[in-house]
Structure formats: C-alpha cells, structure tokens
C-alpha cells in the first residue's frame, strides 16, 4: 500500500482528536483494531497488560501476518483510533 508523503503529517492537529476508545473502556484479553494511518498499516492489537500510560501486548500488521510484541503508549497517535475488534458475518 502506498504511504503519503510524511510531510503532510500534522502531529499537532491529530494529538488533538478525542480517543475512540476511552482508555479506561480497554480492557486486558480484548482484541482492538487501528486503522491505517499516515505512518502505519492497518494492525489488529491484543491486550495483554495495561498499566496506566501504556498497553502492552501482541501486534499483527496485515502485510507481514505475524503476530509480534508491542506496547503503545497513551500518548500516541494510533491510540486515537484505536477500537475494539467484531466478528462481522463470521469474519
């Protein structure tokens, strides 16, 4: 998938946006997903641990297929648009 330029990546403006998810609505088991943004692909997320400003847990990005550590703190940009995942018709 082509990323836009970088340069066009407006961190001021973004951090601005309320969370999707409320922090204290992630829970530990849960699986979210994050849609893509400028500077990353589409991921899914499993909460392993969740402490008072990060998550840590499992990170599947859609490209590579595999499942890998990860800890995303509440600060970050992908935290906005963070939700958690549905089955849609058993998908």
Do not use: Q
Request: aromatic share 14%.
């Amino acid at each position: 998938m082509p990323r836009l330029d970088s340069s066009l990546y407006d961190y001021t403006r973004v951090i601005k946006y309320n969370p999707i998810t409320a922090w204290d609505d992630i829970k530990e088991g849960e699986i979210y997903h994050i849609p893509p943004t400028i500077i990353y692909d589409r991921r899914d997320f499993i909460c392993e641990r969740k402490t008072d400003n990060a998550i840590s847990g499992k990170i599947m990005e859609y490209e590579e297929g595999v499942w890998k550590p990860c800890t995303m703190y509440r600060s970050e940009i992908s935290m906005r648009f963070l939700v958690k995942k549905e089955r849609i018709n058993n998908y």
